[in-house]
């Protein structure tokens, strides 16, 4: 797995793999616009044969946001979710983030734990904030990580 900091060119794989990853997805020109804001930056996670997983952060008033983290299915369990929090975290500190911030749905138990096993802690409660369509909604955790106290 290589891992890759985001430009206009990873955005249609980006894209690609954010459709695998979620049924409300961003399109590739999402990406291209989003990618063109201040203190927004992103890696996607391939392999030769296709891509596999993309984060998207943004940086400001000292706080990182992570704007989307996915991965492909047919990649989870793989620790490709771990390495790109771990290439977005160094990141942030050095665009001078002390603390990062995200959303994950409260049935989400495996994103939940990688979280949680990286330092992130429960900040709060969004009601309804994931829309599945026809599956309903879904309330999302806020998770809360100090990126002083957090392992490098």
Known sequence: MRLTLATAAECEAMARVHAEA???SWREDEFEDLLDGEGIYGFLAANDAAPLGVILCRVAAGEMEVLTLGVSPAARRRSVARA???AAIPVARDLGAAEAFLEVAVD?????????????????????????????VVDALVMRLDLNAAAA
């Open 22 to 24: 979620f049924p409300a």
């Open 84 to 86: 790109l929090m771990a």
């Open 108 to 136: 989400n138990d495996p994103a939940i734990a990688l979280y949680e096993a990286l330092g992130f802690r429960k900040a709060g409660l969004r009601k309804a904030y994931y829309n599945r369509g026809p599956a309903g």
